[in-house]
Nanobody, 117 residues
Framework: QVQLVESGGGLVQPGGSLRLSCAAS????????MAWYRQAPGKQREFVAR???????NYVESVKGRFTISRDNAKNAAYLQMNGLKPEDTAVYYC???????????WGQGTQVIVSS
């Protein structure tokens, strides 16, 4: 069983920055990939960024050039550096991790990000 705990959300002004963290604990902490998703009020959860164990990354088009995903395998953690935040980035951000050889993954409980002046 794997537990994921996100932190780092909060209220920030447009143009500001936040760094989200995702800490993994439990057993089997060798992840094929770790990812971030977000869900805005009244909308479906959407993919934001993914980082594979080999280091390759994917981003949704709307955050390219502003967000950066990273991982610290020694700490079993993933991060999302968010720069140039816009009001449309307001959402609950969720960490998602898939273990090597698994068909589905684990979700964290989410952390709220509000971008507003």
């Amino acid at each position: 069983q794997v537990q994921l705990v996100e932190s780092g959300g909060g209220l920030v002004q447009p143009g500001g920055s936040l760094r989200l963290s995702c800490a993994a604990s439990g057993s089997g902490l060798s992840f094929y990939y770790m990812a971030w998703y977000r869900q805005a009020p009244g909308k479906q959860r959407e993919f934001v960024a993914r980082m594979y164990s080999g280091g390759s990354t994917n981003y949704v088009e709307s955050v390219k050039g502003r967000f950066t995903i990273s991982r610290d395998n020694a700490k079993n953690a993933a991060y999302l550096q968010m720069n140039g935040l816009k009001p449309e980035d307001t959402a609950v951000y969720y960490c998602y991790a898939v273990q090597n050889g698994a068909y589905s993954g684990y979700w964290g409980q989410g952390t709220q990000v509000i971008v507003s002046s």
